[in-house]
């Protein structure tokens, strides 16, 4: 999987990629990251790549001819047109099924946004789809391009140690998940519960199940709506 980043600050991206689960990834050549600095593809020798909006108001917009430059060169690096994908709290809510279909393109490239976002002209030719990772705003783009990337690496397979990594998890199958426990067996006067100590896998199984659905309805009942009673 290989993830191009069109960025004005790509140190930022250095400790998290390079780090953890993401590096090791990289290490093994499962995981590519390339980012691009859209200062270099500005025409002006102050590296210049925002200016005042149209019509008045605060703050400044990113200019479309830098960050179109920097998209025709990842075109011409990858030989295609990459999936692109603009981070901007206007954009669709962030969901796990979104990391799973995304986990299966060969590539993905991510714009970070700043200022008050990017000329409309931009998203309009060559945006494929706008992501949000929450309703509200940010400095910049690229915490949830961090996000994004993350999620969708953990799908991947040889990113983590085994698949149960991830298909037990909050929000795979529409659930959250189920408490988890460890050594000690006692803490401040309270035991791990017994049926996970009882090596029956399916008591455990169904324990788990039945948390999951009680912690669901509890913390995000809006979540049980989806969720097929037959597999109560």
Known sequence: M?????????????????ASMLGRAMEKGILEFNTVNIRDFADNKHNRVDDAPYGGGRGM??????????YESIVRLRGKKPHLIYMSPKGKTLTQQDAIRLSKMDSVAILCGHY????????????DEEISIGDYVLTGGELPAMVLIDTISRMIDGVLS?????TDE????????????TRPYEFHGVCV??????GNHANIAKW???????????LRPDMLKGLDQNDD
């Open 208 to 218: 788990r199940r039945d948390k999951s659905v009680e912690l669901t309805g509890k």
């Open 170 to 181: 909050s929000h795979f199958n529409g659930l959250l998940e189920y408490p988890q426990y």
């Open 193 to 198: 519960p017994d049926v996970l100590m009882s």
């Open 116 to 127: 008050e976002g990017v000329d409309q002209r931009i998203i309009d030719e060559i945006v």
């Open 61 to 70: 917009v990113m200019q479309a001819p830098p960050i179109y430059s920097a």
């Open 162 to 166: 085994n698949e149960d990594s991830f």
């Open 2 to 18: 290989i993830f191009d980043i069109l960025t004005l600050f790509p140190e930022m991206f250095d400790g998290v990629l390079n």
